[in-house]
């Protein structure tokens, strides 16, 4: 099993930037497979962004591009999303992921959700 753990998230006025983090611990190998998805009320869970592999830069959701930006540690397998020019579109429950491989065997880890709300 591997454990997440997020924090960070928190109350922020539309235009103003927030900070989330994710550390992954517990029976991890050697895959760094990371991101982060959201899901906003009544709204299918979405992909954020992520990293797929140490050898690739991460990967944005259109919606975010040049506004969010995803900092990793491979080491520590931490992924910190630092988000700016926050807008209540962006309003959702922000949840970390693992994946520890990318053969269909491998399994994908969830953390607890934490809540970014952008108020209007």
């Known amino acids: 099993q591997v454990r997440l753990v997020e924090s960070g998230g928190g109350l922020v006025q539309t235009g103003g930037s927030l900070r989330i983090s994710c550390s992954a611990s517990?029976?991890?190998?050697?895959?760094?497979?990371m991101g982060w998805y959201r899901q906003a009320p009544g709204k299918q869970r979405e992909l954020v962004a992520e990293y797929t592999s140490t050898n690739r830069p991460a990967i944005y959701a259109e919606s975010v591009k040049g506004r969010f930006t995803m900092i990793r540690d491979n080491v520590r397998r931490s992924v910190d999303l630092l988000m700016n020019i926050l807008k209540p579109e962006d309003t959702a429950v922000y949840y970390c992921?693992?994946?520890?491989?990318?053969?269909?065997?491998?399994?994908?880890?969830w953390g607890q959700g934490t809540q970014v709300t952008v108020s209007s």
């Open positions: 992921y693992y994946r520890n491989g990318p053969s269909p065997l491998a399994q994908t880890y």
């Open positions: 517990g029976n991890i190998g050697s895959s760094t497979h």
